[in-house]
């Protein structure tokens, strides 16, 4: 990318140039050995739409949010000024939007904007909660240990997400292998069986005969009813995925689902306690914290009855406990636990320890309820191809027997 910059010549004559370069620390290490001092260095139009588009193309992952505040952390933390750190990392770090990104961060710093500015424009990948805890350590000068805290918090989330996926991977397989297992059993080996005996002219009892003409009905459309199938499934991905109507709906069906909902609901209670717990340590005020922490938390239910406790509750005096205790969404034991800890004046350690206990409450539960999926898919699988079996069985030894 090309960069434009200003710098003073030994003789005390100001110039200014380009210079094509991967990174400003490159283009400072040219102008030094041609012995100019910089005074500005600012990337030329074209290129900062290049880093925008590159951001927007390149997803920002998790594991690399998480690799951005550890390093910068440690930086700080042995004594290296944020420019220098940032230079460091531009150096470093292979990924195209992660250099994208950094550079966009070093020239507004450079332009006198506050460090969160440039994570603010790029909602997608930093959320409101890691944008104002970087905003309230770079306002109280605790930079270093935010940072550190960002990691850890995002670290344990990546962690629980890599449970609860590896965790259900065995199941969704066992589901997905079963489906097509029986959609080529029913659309291409049920359909010539129902052939053979629909042409030697037996009648076959009605429980094969109405199993038989569903397979010669699905044999016989079957790549319309393929093509409904995957539209069905991707216009059902984009509606309940892509959409906030979608979403809304969605998790109002599946909080309802037996076992599943009490794991959503134990979910999103840890995300409460952790952010909760975060932002409080950083000192945001309480009112600010709960607003924030009701928009990471993923439930409905529990973003209304946080808007009430902020807005119905400890705006109009109330403490925390009693703001809690006219909620019906939270456990009794939370509501108690946050009313003890405001009286006892450790509020963020009780949340902290209360995040740790869900999140071993949500491994439990996952576990349970995968122990409980594998029996009832491998037994509704069986109930099915036991179906289909007996369906083609019983007439053949019908068939036999007039012999």
Request: aromatic share 10%; net charge positive.
């Amino acid at each position: 990318m090309r960069f434009q910059y200003t710098a003073l010549q030994s003789n005390g004559k100001i110039i200014e140039g380009n210079y094509e370069a991967e990174n400003p620390a490159e283009v400072l290490k040219h102008l030094a050995s041609q012995g100019l001092k910089p005074i500005s260095l600012k990337v030329l139009k074209s290129a900062e739409k290049e880093m925008g588009f590159q951001i927007f193309k390149r997803s920002i992952t998790v594991v690399d949010r998480v690799f951005l505040t550890k390093y910068l952390s440690l930086m700080l933390k042995v004594g290296t000024d944020l420019l220098r750190a940032i230079d460091i990392l531009i150096a470093d770090f292979d990924k195209p939007a992660l250099k994208a990104l950094l550079i966009e961060i070093r020239l507004g710093i450079e332009k006198g904007q506050p460090f969160y500015s440039t994570f603010l424009r790029y909602p997608k990948f930093f959320s409101p909660v890691f944008v104002n805890l970087i905003k309230a350590g770079e306002t109280s000068g605790n930079l270093e240990q935010i940072l550190n805290q960002l990691s850890t918090s995002l670290q344990r989330e990546q962690d629980l997400r890599n449970k609860i996926k590896a965790a259900l991977t065995y199941p969704m397989l066992l589901l997905i292998a079963s489906f097509i297992i029986l959609f080529l059993l029913v659309s291409f080996a049920l359909p010539k069986i129902a052939g053979v005996f629909s042409s030697s002219g037996f009648e076959p009892p009605m429980f094969s005969k109405i199993v038989f003409t569903i397979g010669l009905f699905i044999g016989k459309y079957v790549l319309v009813i393929a093509i409904s199938l995957v539209t069905i499934i991707v216009g059902s991905w984009l509606l309940f995925s892509k959409t906030m109507v979608g979403r809304k709906i969605f998790y109002q069906f599946i909080v309802k689902v037996p076992a599943v909902g009490g794991v959503l609901k134990k979910i999103a209670l840890q995300r409460f306690a952790s952010t909760f717990s975060a932002l409080l340590s950083a000192g945001l005020p309480i009112l600010e914290a709960l607003e924030i922490t009701a928009d990471a938390i993923g439930s409905e239910e529990l973003k209304s009855s946080l808007m009430r406790i902020s807005r119905e509750g400890i705006m109009r005096g109330l403490t925390i406990g009693e703001a809690f205790r006219r909620e019906t969404a939270f456990p009794r034991v939370v509501v108690n636990l946050m009313a003890i800890s405001e009286k006892a004046g450790h509020v963020e350690k009780m949340l902290m320890t209360l995040a740790d206990f869900y999140e071993s409450e949500i491994e439990s539960s996952i576990k349970s309820l995968v122990s409980f999926l594998e029996p009832v898919l491998l037994l509704l699988i069986g109930l099915v191809v036991g179906a289909i079996a007996l369906s083609i069985i019983v007439p053949i030894y019908q068939l036999v027997g007039n012999f």
